[in-house]
C-alpha cells in the first residue's frame, strides 16, 4: 500500500501564491503518476494536474494552465503543487492520488491511493 498525506493548504487572498506537498510512503516504489485533485463546494472532484513519477511528464487541466506548477522530488517520495496568480474559483480541497499505471491518471477512477486533502481558501 501507499500512505499520501498533504500539507500546505490555507487561506490566500486573490492573485497570490501558496504551495502544496503530498508526501507519499509505503510501497512508493511502485508509483507510475500522481496526481492533483480538486473539489469545491458542491461541485464534483475534478482534475487539477499529474505528474509522472520517474520521467516527469506533466499535464494540466486548462482552468490552472500557466498559473499552477506540478514538481516532484523522488529522494524525498514527495509532490509538490505551487499556485500562483489564485482566483476564488481556486477554493477548494485539494487532494493528492498515486496511480500504479492502470489507466490514465488524470480520472479519478483509475487512482490507486488517495490522500486527505487539504482546504485551500482563496478570498476575493
Known amino acids: 500500500q501507499v500512505q499520501l498525506e498533504e500539507s500546505g493548504g490555507g487561506l490566500v487572498q486573490a492573485g497570490g501564491s501558496l504551495g502544496l506537498s503530498c508526501a507519499a510512503s509505503g510501497r512508493a516504489f511502485d508509483i507510475y503518476a500522481m496526481t492533483w485533485f480538486r473539489q469545491a463546494p458542491g461541485k464534483e472532484r475534478e482534475f487539477v494536474a499529474t505528474?509522472?513519477?520517474?520521467?516527469?511528464?506533466?499535464y494540466y487541466a486548462d482552468s490552472v494552465k500557466g498559473r499552477f506548477t506540478i514538481s516532484r522530488d523522488n529522494a524525498r517520495n514527495t509532490m509538490f503543487l505551487q499556485m500562483n496568480s489564485l482566483k476564488p474559483e481556486d477554493t477548494a480541497v485539494y487532494y493528492c492520488?498515486?496511480?500504479?499505471?492502470?489507466?490514465?491518471?488524470?480520472?479519478?477512477?483509475?487512482?490507486?491511493?488517495w490522500g486527505k486533502g487539504t482546504l485551500v481558501t482563496v478570498s476575493s
Open positions: 505528474i509522472n513519477w520517474k520521467g516527469g511528464d506533466t
Open positions: 492520488a498515486s496511480s500504479d499505471g492502470m489507466g490514465e491518471p488524470t480520472h479519478d477512477y483509475n487512482m490507486n491511493y
